[in-house]
């Protein structure tokens, strides 16, 4: 009953405004970070190592706005979880290998 | 009692195209999307960890910058950014009762999809102009080949966007909650193939 309760608040009127408030956020947010990494990247031509680190950081960020908040990630079920855990461990062992090769070459120096 | 003929519909009703499951707590359309997205994430981390490789290994790779159109190509992420709140509001709006605002936000997401591929044919026409191929090297290669495959996954977004615009809206009047539902996944698989540009636009353009 609890949660046939807390199911029919998370429908309501006055959430689902809530919610439209906080895409619209989102959409702000997702557009500074955009401009960000154009800035830095194309207007500021920063060198590629240092490019690397900022577009990456502002890519994860934003998929981090996209995922947990138009995906709604941050409050999905367990099972979901699961399976994107699962995804994320067989994408790192995808990535591991290349990774491991490009951070050598930082070390040796990239162009 | 019911007669035979609904027994026999009541029989072969798919379960759970609304109601969650016990076992997942969520209905089978949801739990089947994010087990496609799961497929889609090991393709396109497939592709990444070969551009990583195939670029770390060159003796030369130029500038994505140098070759390609930023300011386009940054038209293109508003674009599609745009498209992503468009989705959720259409869902939110359908979660709302508001049939037209739903369907309006519907067409405005198919709009941005146009949108897209229009100023990616542009972005095409030009490089073809310069003679620049996949078969050019391999920066053009991944090039193509990625921003290919991300945009037949926006073509086929915008397939379902239009089915659901014309003869797929007609569910609403039958099953409002399915057709929502069905909102909500087709805007969850748009929203991976957002995602999936954030990471492809500075891979390649900016890097």
Known sequence: ?111 | MPDTHTAHALELEIPYTVGHRADTGLYNGKLGIWLFLASEVMLFGALFSSLILLRTSAPLWPRGWEELNVPLATVNTMVLIISSVTVVLAWANLRLGNFARGRLFIAATLVCGLAFMVIKGFEYAHKFELHHYPSTNNFFATYFLLTGLHGLHVVGGMVVFLYFLTFGSRMWHRDRDRFTNRIEIVGLYWHFVDLVWIFLFPTLYLL
């Open chain 1, 1 to 111: 009953m609890a949660e046939q309760i807390a199911v029919q608040a998370h429908h309501s009127p006055e959430e689902i405004q809530k919610e439209i408030r906080v895409y619209i956020a989102v959409f702000c947010g997702l557009a500074v970070l955009t401009g960000a990494t154009v800035g830095a990247c194309y207007g500021l031509k920063l060198p590629v190592h240092y490019a690397v680190m900022v577009a990456v950081t502002i890519a994860i960020m934003k998929g981090f706005l996209v995922a947990g908040f138009f995906m709604h990630l941050l409050s999905e079920k367990k099972v979901i979880y699961g399976i994107l855990a699962l995804t994320v461990f067989f994408v790192a062992v995808l990535l591991w290998g290349p990774l491991e090769h490009f951070l050598n070459r930082m070390g040796g120096g990239i162009r």
